[in-house]
């Protein structure tokens, strides 16, 4: 148990070292001093700039620019952040003044500089410049900064399309700019037309706020610096609604003029000793993108280039298209400026993030994020007086990780997949859509960052949340559309399932099944197993239906399949001789490993005989490539039947909308149960139960399968712990997530989750206003158990009894979980025959 309590420091660790740059800047609790607050006028005295801070009522209680604001104007609050500073949030309030003011700005844009003298304007990735501000005087409105600000002086403008009053208080979110990088130039970005593919690539630096001329971007920051790193597939986004190839900035060898390299040049603040540059980089060798072979880097120190350069030679890799931080290490130089010439080794060179490390700044912005995060309002205003505090943290997170890393070599041998969760980075992904259930509450209040209710409010925004809210496409904000297609709005950001890990992990497709005690599968020959050879040309593609590294799910058409298996094996009822079928396939270059796995989970799939439980029809293992025929239902899965229907009522009769009944519901929970108890009577761990695993034929017969974890569509649902391994934490019990420890009672859990999902007609994803992290954070509150760990919502068609259920299986003791085989029998008798 002890070392479990680490884990859970260790995690706390990670995940404050992460990407969250959003602490509050010191507006509301006066670290930014009245000084730094200027603005183009006040009204009185006292609406001056010093009052436009966040939750004060001072003076008269915020900034009011002079006069009736008009349409045209541009007013300005002013505000000197000392430094360069990442802004990534911006929260807004009007003028309360103890319920006499009522003035407040509907919107607002931001223009900012890094020098006092160049200003810019703000924009979002899709280049509008206006933010949403208050709706009120006294609520605090907060907009992501997307792409995040990196500036030292900020201007907030109020914008009103009629001619009214406004006043304004604000809160700055975000963190240092340790970089130092003022500003890069480089070529510009290019359009690629890729084979296969209608529309034309972009790579172009879409952010980019500097000059842009004569085929050169020059004086500005953009892309690169956005913090946003690109996906292995570069035709594969992370934003929303933006086009392919947006994450990178690439360029082609032969465009004329090219002499085999892109140059770039830096330009910093000061003087800094480098260390190293990390130039985050495609490496889709298929496609003719790789790494650069080789950089050589000049330095200026002063006035003019030194002659000798620092130069590298990156190891090319053939082999895995995972884009990736290549660093080049830079011998400790000093310059202001560096220039640096990237060579080509292929046909296009892409980078999505380039950062630098000086020997200056060596205080790991880590510490500084935990003394922030640790004492949120630590009111020194000046860096002299942080500095106890840092070494302090600096000490406490070495000594941190010296225990850990004792730990983790002794862990090694004992607990492998402890390790393996354990000593990641952990990826961000953006917080599912939004509800405002009591329960979440709570956990803003644990974690100091949300303490700020600026933060708070921006997570919790006015819906109203009924049942009839959950109908399709109703209720929610344009940006929240995930009602109907559930995940599929973040699909852009998620993880893509091509990790060798997973695969060595999950099988090929993300079997779950590979850790079966009952059968130990050493030497694999054709006479284990024991589903028929089925001749491949009788397989018909119809459809892909995912893909992974080494393997790819189509939809098939078998022909011939029920005369093949004979009499009395029960097939979905077909017209004609021919049914429909997945087929997992394996690639013909896959790793030896991968087909290991592969037969591995043949022989297991081949064993498995209930109706709940998908069935193995046949294989196609002679040649390759290794094939495995399970049943295909047409209802497809569980969360696209139940998120496209509605509760059976007369308005869907009168609508003819498509719906379900509360004992259809029953029903298929019933059915989940049953195909569990089957599996857990095997001492089967499925590791990934969860509507989207739970497949559907005419009749609304449940069978469970395993494809999820292959289908890009659910992407989201899984949490990738970098380079290691998909996790599907928002269905998984706390002692999986920090043990790695998966048991049927574990299995418990997840159908408890499955449930959940069930009656909220999979409107909603688990925890969806808690972040990966926090989810994470949550286990941790289950371990330490001391009441503070959020439970998922009762959905509101859930009867009472039945929600009573879910919490048992979400007890933190494993023997007070219920088994499957009493959740079938408590299940059972709801469901009228
Ligand atoms: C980048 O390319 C996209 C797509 O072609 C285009 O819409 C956008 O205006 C371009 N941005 C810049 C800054 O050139
Ligand atoms: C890039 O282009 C240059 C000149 O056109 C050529 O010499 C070089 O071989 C090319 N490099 C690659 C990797 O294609
Ligand atoms: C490092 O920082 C100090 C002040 O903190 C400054 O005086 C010095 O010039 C810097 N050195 C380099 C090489 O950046």
């Excluded at 630096?205 to 292995?232: A, C, I, M, N, P």
């Excluded at 799939?605 to 193995?616: A, E, G, K």
């Excluded at 609508?655 to 004992?663: D, E, R, T």
Aim: negative net charge.
């Amino acid at each position: 148990e002890r070392v479990t309590e680490l884990n859970v420091l260790k995690r706390v660790c990670v995940i404050l070292c992460s990407e969250h740059c959003r602490y509050a800047l010191g507006m509301e609790d006066g670290r930014i001093p009245n000084e730094d607050l200027t603005a183009s006028s006040r009204w009185y005295e006292t609406t001056g700039p010093q009052y436009a801070r966040l939750n004060s009522e001072d003076g008269d209680g915020a900034w009011c620019p002079e006069g009736q604001l008009e349409p045209s104007d541009s007013q300005y609050l002013q505000i000197d952040l000392r430094r360069l500073t990442f802004l990534t949030l911006f929260g807004t309030q009007g003028r309360y003044a103890r319920g006499l003011g009522k003035e407040f700005a509907t919107h607002y844009r931001l223009n900012y500089s890094r020098d006092g003298q160049l200003w810019k304007s703000w924009k979002n990735r899709l280049g509008k410049e206006v933010l949403d501000g208050n709706k009120d005087t006294y609520g605090i409105f907060s907009n992501d900064l997307k792409p995040p600000i990196i500036a030292r002086f900020v201007r907030v403008i109020p914008v009103t399309r009629l001619s009214s009053t406004v006043c304004m208080r604000v809160e700055l979110y975000g963190c240092p700019w340790d970089d130092g990088l003022l500003s890069y130039s480089a070529p510009e970005g290019q359009l690629m037309m890729a084979p296969g593919n209608p529309s034309v690539i972009s790579l172009n630096d879409s952010t980019y706020d500097g000059v842009h001329e004569k085929r050169k971007l020059s004086g500005g920051l953009g892309q690169l610096t956005d913090g946003v790193t690109g996906r292995d597939d570069f035709l594969a986004i992370r934003q929303y609604n933006v086009w392919q190839g947006y994450d990178y900035l690439g360029w082609r060898n032969d465009t004329q003029g090219t002499q085999g390299y892109v140059e770039m040049e830096f330009v910093f603040d000061r003087l800094r000793n480098f260390t190293s540059m990390k130039v985050h980089s495609n490496n889709m060798y298929t496609r003719g993108v790789k790494i650069f072979s080789s950089v050589s880097c000049w330095f200026k120190p002063s006035l003019s280039w030194e002659p000798e350069p620092v130069s590298f030679s990156t190891i090319l890799d053939d082999r895995n298209p995972s884009a990736r931080y290549v660093t080049v290490p830079l011998s400790r130089r000093a310059a202001r400026s560096l220039r640096c010439r990237f060579y080509y080794a292929d046909v296009w060179m892409m980078f999505s993030e380039i950062s630098f490390q000086s020997g200056n700044d060596s205080k790991p912005s880590c510490s500084l994020r935990f003394s922030s995060a640790a004492a949120p309002s630590a009111s020194s205003s000046s860096d002299e007086g942080n500095t106890p505090i840092l070494i302090g943290c600096l000490v406490t997170i070495i000594l941190l990780l010296v225990i850990i890393i004792f730990l983790i070599l002794w862990c090694q041998c004992v607990c492998k997949v402890l390790e393996k969760t354990l000593f990641a980075h952990v990826v961000r992904l953006p917080p599912g859509p939004t509800n405002t259930d009591p329960h979440y509450e709570r956990v803003f209040l644990l974690d100091p960052q949300y303490q700020n209710p600026a933060v708070l409010r921006n997570k919790l925004p006015e819906l109203s949340q009924s049942a009839e809210a959950s109908a399709c496409g109703g209720g929610y904000a344009e940006p929240d559309v995930t009602q109907c297609t559930p995940h599929q709005s973040f699909n852009n950001n998620a993880p893509h399932y091509a990790e060798t890990d997973i695969v060595r992990l999950q099988g090929v497709t993300g079997s779950n099944m590979y850790a079966v005690p009952a059968l130990t599968v050493d030497s694999l020959t054709r006479k284990d197993i024991s589903a028929a050879e089925f001749p491949r040309h009788q397989l018909i593609f119809r459809e892909k239906l995912g893909e992974g590294q080494f393997g790819e799910v189509h939809l098939c058409e078998a022909e011939g399949l029920p005369e093949f298996l004979g009499e009395g094996s029960p097939l979905p009822d077909r017209d004609g001789h021919s049914v429909l079928v997945a087929v997992k396939q394996l690639r013909a270059d896959a790793t030896s490993q991968a087909r290991n796995d592969f037969l591995k989970e043949i022989k297991i799939m081949s064993r498995l005989d209930d109706p709940n439980i998908i069935r193995l029809l046949c294989v196609c293992v002679s040649s390759d490539p290794l094939c495995m025929v399970t049943e295909y239902m047409e209802n497809g899965d569980l969360n696209m039947f139940l998120c496209q229907r509605e509760i059976e009522s007369t308005l869907t009769h009168a609508n003819n909308i498509p719906s379900v009944s509360l004992s259809d519901l029953l029903h298929m929970a019933v059915q989940i149960s049953s195909g569990m108890k089957y599996l857990a009577s095997l001492n089967f761990v499925h590791r990934d139960l969860a509507t989207r695993n739970c497949l559907l034929d005419r009749r609304l017969t449940i069978k469970i399968a395993d494809f999820g974890m292959s289908r890009n569509l659910y992407s989201s649902d899984y949490y990738r712990i970098q380079g290691r391994a998909v996790l599907p934490i928002r269905w998984m019990a706390w002692e999986s997530i920090l043990l790695g420890k998966f048991t049927t009672a574990s299995d418990v859990w997840a159908f408890g989750v499955t449930l959940w999902e069930i009656f909220t007609l999979c409107k909603e994803q688990p925890y969806s206003l808690l972040s990966d992290e926090q989810v994470i954070e949550n286990s941790g509150e289950f371990f330490r158990n001391q009441g503070r760990q959020i439970f998922l919502y009762a959905p509101p068609l859930c009867p009472p009894s039945l929600f009573e259920l879910m919490m048992r299986c979400w007890s933190r003791n494993i023997t007070d979980r219920p088994t499957f085989e009493g959740l079938y029998q408590a299940l059972r008798p709801h469901v009228n025959q």
